[in-house]
């Protein structure tokens, strides 16, 4: 990818600035992407893991390109938040270093959304800057990557009728657990008087699972992981067959492409 680097004197960009001088490649599958400075992710590994994206998903990504940069980090440091996956879209001017260093690394966030201005080469766009080099393995990077594509399907596209009964249903039924913090917190939320459930907790609750589902199923389709790779300490993790029936569900609304595998295994205890 040596080829869509360009020669900066600075060491840290203006996000927008940089995304109008790259070459974004578009995948197979429709998806637009690219990557920038000492993100030391391998061309293969990058290509495998936009790949996985079912081609079903890709229209409702037309208006978003992903950036994998090495560490984005807002302007202000005020700005960054106490948990650092909570990432929502700011009005302050994103900033990319083009290498890592550790000072930098305390400042950045796993991902930036960035309004992107037309150009000659692309329209207008939201640019999504991905910190390549805050995520530690392949599973870490795929999931980031997955975490938005799944959330900005769902802000396009909605939630499917039959995820958001059987996810519903799961909830009510008191199924341990919840595949996010987010989901986990809207859920508790929705529940909280059961006879009248909060529709608006009930329908953002809906919109997590359905973005976590998504994000998860495609973990599957890139790399190989363990239910327990799942798991954080804020909330406890959706149980393993309650899951597995959100993502077979997911898997037959997206088929995975040619190339791709999904299949559910399970080891016996002990």
Wanted: aromatic share 10%; proline share 7%.
């Amino acid at each position: 990818m040596a080829d869509r680097v360009p020669t900066f004197t600075s060491t840290l960009l203006p996000a927008a600035d940089l995304a109008l001088s790259l070459v974004l490649q578009t995948a197979p599958n429709g998806i637009r992407y690219t990557a920038f400075g000492e993100t030391r992710i391998g061309d293969a590994e990058l290509e495998r893991v936009v790949g996985s994206v079912p081609t079903a998903l890709a229209p409702a990504l037309a208006g978003r390109a992903f950036y994998f940069v090495p560490l984005a980090l807002p302007a202000s440091l005020s700005e960054v938040p106490a948990r650092k996956e909570a990432h929502r879209s700011s009005t302050e001017q994103t900033l990319v270093a083009a290498a890592y260093t550790t000072e930098l690394s305390d400042e950045a966030i796993c991902h930036r959304n960035v309004p992107v201005p037309a150009s000659a080469a692309m329209p207008a766009h939201e640019g999504v800057f991905i910190s390549a080099r805050l995520l530690r393995d392949q599973f870490a990077l795929a999931f980031e990557f997955f975490i938005n594509v799944g959330n900005a399907f769902t802000a396009e596209a909605g939630v499917p009728e039959g995820f958001a009964t059987l996810a519903w249903s799961q909830a009510k039924t008191d199924v341990r657990g919840e595949t996010s913090h987010d989901a986990w917190e809207s859920r508790s939320a929705a529940l909280a008087t059961p006879a009248r459930p909060d529709e608006r907790a009930k329908s953002e609750f809906l919109d997590s699972a359905f973005a976590d589902a998504v994000a998860i199923y495609l973990l599957s389709l890139a790399v190989d992981f363990d239910y327990a790779e799942l798991r954080e300490r804020e909330y406890p993790l959706l149980a393993p067959q309650a899951l597995a029936e959100r993502l077979r569900l997911v898997a037959h609304l997206f088929p995975p492409n040619p190339g791709y595998e999904f299949s559910i295994r399970y080891r016996r205890r002990g």
